[in-house]
């Protein structure tokens, strides 16, 4: 046996603690969660980065790579931003970096980079030992007073040395790049924006601190991505997401069409939505072409270079070009929706979802703090100066005396300080002097940068004390951003438009998203559905599984509406685009939608919005339902006729003409004008024909003026025309005649 393992203190057990897993698994998760939320995944509301973001840039600084800098190896980068303040995965570092310089990912890039940075194919940048890169304008902004007491330091993870908490933030980061991050229980989503826009916005906040979201969307109206695209939300939506400071945005491709004469045109896209890959969505919208799922498009072509450029080829130069990219837009990501969230964290410390008015605020509020720690630490730095000036000022006086000082005495600072009561600041001044600065020290040059300090820290007092001084100050400052990202440059111009989703018919778009092909609807007695190739004349060929047979046959295309109507009043829609090919005996309805197990199909036919049905059930209730009322989006189906127990849905017929024949199983017959017959999208119906017992047997509609017709058993037509109808005409709901000479046993119409 091997040696036995003590516990540290020798085994008497005295060092093991008794922990409730409970209380230490809640402390634990909750210090992770507390340090993915704080240290790695939401941005700070201030300066709108990350850590990881910040630390980068702040050692760019520490490095030198400002922007009128040379270009430095990001492995270099990495390194320093890994050693000194990240204690993270390199990799990682890089990626932060490296999407820092992509202006596919970031709207104003905070790093310039030098390389392959990767590309909006998706493809990732090259090696960090290959690329390189330094600061951009906006990082010199974010940075502006760092060296200033501008914001608070804290220890480094190793204690070594010292990091920003928050940047000073001069530009407007949070909004102007946005920012997306998940953490644990919570996730970030903030879209990017126009520097011009939210500088006007923050503008307007500091003359209006009550400002509203509405009044703020009109100088911010919503996102501006890198990469533009088209934002199709109505105002209402848009402003409703920034009030809540949750909702999403919809972005659709640019595109224009370029004719080709004769008629033929190409689409061109020319913008994509933000954070959509574009050779992954060519190879979708080429999966789809050969699933043959976009009957409108020929082909795909991707003729980008510098910028995107698209090539969409129509089939034939009829197609509506705003209908195939209606259609492009529902099945493609050449509309996506990103989505906003704007969970940060405020003052640095607390995470919360921000309406865009409180974004704003803490962004000025933190803007004059900075401004008020800038200008205390110029007026301490002034008050350093004034009071060297001083003694500087008793040395020109003395110069003889001092210098006899300094070359008699042995301790000479105490001698000084004693002699004409300076302080101790003062004499090491005068003692530091070089022998080449008495040229220059003249009392004129002495009292004028003495005059002029003492003008700048009384102004800076001024400012200090006055609120309405450091609002002005800071109105200024963002004023010189917007000049430096106006709209009229070419970095600041807003590259995403607004524009309202076109109207297009739904219907169109419905059938542009299908291949229309001939089929052959089969529904058998049992309620087996398939669609069987083209269209068929003779069903009796049909196989089916054996107790079952043909319920109903007809023609259809695939970009067709199925109705199916059940016993129990219900009526289900189905694509026939959707339904089970003719190989073997199709699939079941009941699996394709939800029908109740005591109800069956009583028929199914193709939808045409501008018919009318009659439907009646075995009691002889019946009304008119448009086909349109009829068509039913779920899978439950929709209720159109309301019938109990035992009774049931029996008949439907095309509503034509202006009368109604009724046969009951009595074998009476009542012809009535259909106008008696109400219209409704549901119901119960009224009463078309009273019987003592039994039921309805059929029912036709005709036009009185072409006579009502019927066939026999053998086949042979019978007409009767208005005046030998008369013995039947009737009111709705009589009991009627029986049937004319020559009417079919089976009560039937049709034989």
């Known amino acids: 046996m091997g040696q036995e393992i003590l516990p540290p203190s020798g085994g008497d057990g005295d060092n093991i603690q008794p922990v409730d897993l409970k209380a230490a698994l809640e402390e634990r998760y909750l210090r992770y969660a507390l340090s993915t939320i704080m240290h790695r995944a939401l941005p700070d509301v201030r300066d709108g980065l990350k850590p990881v973001h910040r630390r980068i840039v702040y050692a760019m600084n520490d490095m030198g790579l400002r922007p009128n800098a040379a270009f430095r190896k990001c492995a270099k980068i990495v390194g320093e931003v890994m050693g000194n303040y990240h204690p993270h995965g390199d990799q990682s570092i890089y990626d932060a970096l490296a999407r820092l310089a992509q ?60 990091e920003p908490v928050v940047l000073p933030g001069a530009f407007p980061n949070l909004l102007a790049n946005g920012s997306s991050g998940i953490a644990v229980g919570m996730a970030t989503s903030i879209p990017s924006h126009n520097v011009h826009e939210i500088c006007d916005a923050a503008l307007h906040l500091i003359k209006h601190p009550d400002a509203t979201v509405e009044k703020l969307v009109e100088f911010v109206p919503g996102p501006d991505f890198p990469t533009g695209g088209i934002i199709i939300d109505n105002r209402e939506s848009i402003i409703e997401s920034y009030r809540t400071g949750r909702g999403g945005f919809r972005v659709r491709a640019k595109w224009e069409t370029e004719d080709l004469g004769r008629g033929g045109y190409q689409i061109i896209v020319t913008e994509i939505p933000f954070q959509v890959q574009k050779s992954r969505l060519i190879e979708k919208i080429a999966e789809l072409l050969i699933a043959r799922k976009l009957p409108l498009l020929e082909d795909i072509r991707d003729e980008s270079a510098e910028d995107i450029r698209v090539v969409l080829v129509p089939k034939s130069r009829t197609v509506d070009p705003t209908i195939l990219m209606e259609s492009m837009f529902k099945l493609t990501e050449l509309e996506s929706r990103f989505p906003l969230n704007m969970n940060v964290l405020s003052m640095g410390v607390i995470p919360r979802v921000m309406a865009l008015n409180e974004v704003l605020k803490e962004w000025l509020d933190h803007r004059r703090e900075v401004l008020q720690r800038r200008s205390r630490f110029r007026l301490a730095a002034i008050d350093r100066r004034l009071e060297i000036l001083g003694g500087l000022l008793v040395a020109y006086l003395n110069i003889d005396e001092v210098i006899r000082i300094i070359r008699e005495e042995d301790e000479p600072k105490p001698v000084m300080m004693a002699r004409w009561d300076l302080t101790e600041v003062q004499v090491e001044a005068i003692l530091n002097m070089r022998l080449r600065s008495l040229r220059k020290l003249e009392e004129f040059e002495i009292r004028k940068e003495h005059d002029e300090l003492t003008k700048e820290k009384g102004e800076i007092e001024a400012l200090l004390a006055s609120d309405e001084k450091q609002w002005q100050t800071v109105a200024w400052e963002i004023g010189e951003v917007k000049k430096k990202f106006a709209k009229a440059t070419d970095i600041g111009r807003r590259r995403t438009q607004f524009a309202e989703a076109p109207e297009a018919d739904e219907e169109a778009i419905q059938h542009a998203m299908i291949e229309k092909e001939p089929i052959t609807v089969v529904v058998s007695e049992k309620g087996w559905i398939r669609a069987l190739k083209g269209h068929i004349s003779d069903t009796s060929t049909l196989a089916f599984k054996e107790g079952d047979g043909l319920k109903v046959a007809f023609p259809a295309q695939t970009t067709d509406k199925i109705l199916i109507v059940t016993t129990g009043g219900k009526v289900f829609t189905l694509g026939g685009d959707k339904l089970p090919g003719g190989r073997g005996h199709g699939e079941p309805l009941r699996i394709m939608i939800d029908m109740e197990n005591d109800q069956d199909v009583l028929t199914a036919f193709v939808h045409d919005a501008a018919r009318k049905m009659l439907i009646v059930s075995t009691e002889g209730n019946g009304f008119v339902v448009p086909e349109a009322e009829m068509v039913a989006n779920t899978r439950k189906g929709k209720q159109i006729m309301n019938v109990s127990m035992p009774h049931e849905t029996k008949l439907l017929v095309h509503v034509t003409g202006d009368h109604v024949a009724v046969v009951g199983e009595n074998r009476k017959m009542l012809v009535f004008p259909l106008a008696q017959v109400p219209e409704m999208s549901r119901g119960k119906g009224v009463r078309l024909q009273r019987y003592k017992d039994g039921g309805i047997s059929d029912v036709r509609c005709f036009a009185i003026a072409d006579g009502l017709n ?42």
């Open 710 to 751: 019927w066939e026999d058993s053998a086949g042979r037509t019978f007409t009767k025309n208005k005046d030998e109808l008369a013995e039947w005409l009737a009111d709705r709901a009589t009991a009627g005649r029986t049937v004319p000479k020559g009417f079919p046993r089976s009560g039937k119409f049709a034989g």
């Open 103 to 162: 202006d596919f990912s970031q709207r104003y890039t905070l790093v310039n980079g030098q390389g392959n940075f990767g590309n909006i194919d998706g493809d990732s940048p090259a090696a960090m030992r290959y690329t390189e890169s330094k600061m951009t304008a906006v990082s010199e902004l974010l940075l502006e007073g760092i060296d200033q007491d501008a914001v608070d330091f804290r220890d480094t993870y190793d204690e070594s040395n010292s």
